[in-house]
């Protein structure tokens, strides 16, 4: 992946400040960028994934901001960690259900008309 920023994601980043005492909201941010919440989640995962070190805080005050710490990195890596476990037991057992179960009942047809 390149990991150069769009103009957007550079605005974006510059609004974020540092360290966990100081997050802007979901919302701040995307009044800020002239933009919507998802847009700005969006925008967030790919400032991660181009190796930008962005924390969230959902400690009575809710937000990004970037991280300046040890602690505030390791804190953010168990937090990821844990929703990925709890989304991959999630997954798990539909798909565990799915595989004992009767065909799904009234959506199925949904599926059929799909494929005719």
Sequence with gaps: MNKQLTKFEKQVFECIPAGKEHPISQQELALANDTTRRNITSTVRKLRLKGRLVGSSRSSINGYYKIKTTEEFF???????????TLSKTITAMMETFNEKEPLIGQQSLFNQVNE
């Design 75 to 85: 804190e953010n890596i168990g937090m990821l960690t844990s929703q990925r476990d």
